[in-house]
């Protein structure tokens, strides 16, 4: 089994220090950066945009993934594309139609970038299925997005496990990610489960032990 990809969540980090916190979870072994972004429509809360993405990008050697819970998703890709994102994952729900979903995809995809599709955790995991040919990464959400330090959405699980089934039996190298209420304990289900990404926001940030934290969820 490979190991598991830790992807710290910013939006837990703190923005008085944030290139020193961004360090930390580098020399820490992340293999990722999460940008969670909100736009205050799709989600109730904002968070950031793309200055602070374009601000950062550069700054460290992770791989910048970045979640947009915004609505309109097919306006703002290229800009955050531009601003830095490698992986660009976008959500289901923000789409009028599956057309919709595959247009942004390919939108995505036009720019050089890695295209992912997150749903909520009402939304059943069998509404990915008709893009997975074309998806690199599926995020699971394990909370109502919308704010970091949630706790975890036991049915996660097996949507996990579900979506595993559906990417082995049409033999594509789709990723799982899961994001909210990752921790030590949740982590090791959610990799029996079948996850190749972890996001993990309150769990790493704010503690001096961020690479023990790390490779406990390993
Ligand atoms: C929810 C956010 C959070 C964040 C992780 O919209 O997406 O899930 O990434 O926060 P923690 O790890 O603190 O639940
Ligand atoms: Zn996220």
Redesign the pocket.
């Known amino acids: 089994m490979s190991k598991v990809i830790v992807a710290p969540?910013i939006?837990?980090a703190d923005f008085n220090h944030l290139l020193e916190d961004i360090k930390k979870v580098e020399e820490a072994g992340a293999e990722w950066l999460?940008f969670?972004v909100?736009d205050g429509h799709f989600?109730p809360?904002i968070s950031f945009g793309q200055p602070v993405l374009q601000c950062i990008a550069k700054s460290h050697g992770m791989v910048n993934d970045v979640?947009i819970?915004i609505s309109d998703p097919f306006k703002y890709a290229p800009e955050f594309i531009k601003a830095g994102a490698n992986i660009l994952t976008f959500h289901y729900e923000a789409c009028k139609s599956d057309k919709e979903v595959f247009q942004v995809i390919d939108l995505i995809h036009d720019y050089g970038c890695k295209a992912g599709l997150s749903i909520k955790p009402n939304t059943p995991v069998e509404k990915v299925y008709p893009f997975l040919h074309s998806l690199d990464l599926v995020l699971i959400?394990?909370?109502?997005?919308?704010?970091?330090?949630?706790k975890f959405i036991q049915e996660s699980f097996t949507k996990v496990f579900r979506l595993k089934e559906m990417i082995k039996r049409e033999k594509v190298n789709t990723l799982i990610e899961i994001?909210?209420?990752?921790n030590d304990e949740t982590a090791k289900i959610a990799k029996m489960a079948g996850v190749d990404v972890l996001?993990?926001?309150?769990?790493l940030f704010g503690h001096e032990d961020i690479k023990e934290r790390i490779e406990k969820l390993r």
């Open positions: 969540s939006l837990s999460h969670d909100m989600v809360n979640h819970m959400m394990s909370v109502e997005p919308g704010f970091g330090g949630q994001d909210g209420g990752i996001v993990a926001g309150s769990y």
